[in-house]
């Protein structure tokens, strides 16, 4: 069995400034994991994901993400946000095989204001 | 594009009435999911189907059933509405090989009344 902890259920921040969403998972086995966002009103959309590879992964709308291993983490970041980037986020994690199934955390409300 | 669509975005029923929550897809994926999101609480997962005909209960499959007589189309029923069924509910499609992510419907906010 896998889980997801967002830690932060709300994240303020200015417009222009850097901001980190946190994510942690726990895991047996190896996993995928995956940010995604979801707007006022609408479904979720894959901000990115990471299968293997690098640990650094960028994804749409300037957001990146870094696997940790050994921290089991998966921290979402964005350099400078804009307004438009208000929304809540979530973090995701499925095992590797092909019958896998996504366990997502709780969400993080990102609030971005002037 | 993968589009993902589901029959209503708000629906409003009365308690013990049998609602339908439909979902089709277009891009011909073998896997089906059903979630509902509540605040504070994320995206749980209610059940998922990864053939035409084949189901497996997710982590709260209690109050519903579901149904997948076509490839595109997987359906939610709740066979007697209740006020704890008031929530959003979210179809998502996933290719059965390839990368591993889900593409997500509008989502469909019904109340129970």
């Known amino acids: 069995a896998q889980s997801v902890t967002q830690l932060d259920s709300q994240v303020p921040v200015f417009e222009e400034a850097p901001v980190e969403l946190r994510c942690n998972y726990s895991s047996s086995v190896s996993v995928y994991l995956f940010w995604y966002v979801q707007y006022p009103n609408q479904g979720l959309q894959l901000l990115l994901k990471y299968l293997s590879g690098s640990t650094l992964v960028k994804g749409i709308n300037g957001f990146e993400a870094e696997f940790n291993k050994s921290q089991t983490s998966f921290h979402l970041r964005k350099p400078s946000v804009h307004i438009s980037d208000t929304a809540e986020y979530f973090c995701?994690?499925?095992?590797?095989?092909?019958?896998?199934?996504?366990?997502f955390g709780t969400g993080t409300r990102l609030q971005v204001t002037l | 594009d993968v589009k993902v669509t589901q029959s209503s975005r708000y629906l409003v029923k009365r308690t013990g009435e049998k609602v339908f929550l439909e979902c089709v897809q277009d891009m011909d994926h073998e896997n089906m999911f059903w979630y509902r999101q509540d605040p504070g609480l994320g995206l749980r997962l209610i059940y998922f189907?990864?053939?035409?005909?084949?189901?497996e209960k997710g982590d709260i499959p209690e109050g519903y059933s579901v149904s997948r007589e076509k490839k595109e189309r997987f359906s939610l029923i709740l066979e007697s509405a209740s006020t704890n069924q008031t929530s959003m509910y979210l179809c998502?499609?996933?290719?059965?090989?390839?990368?591993?992510?889900?593409?997500f419907g509008p989502g469909t906010r019904l109340t129970v009344t």
């Open positions: 998502a499609s996933r290719p059965g090989t390839g990368g591993r992510e889900q593409y």
């Open positions: 189907s990864y053939d035409v005909k084949m189901k």
């Open positions: 995701a994690v499925s095992n590797t095989g092909t019958a896998s199934k996504l366990t």
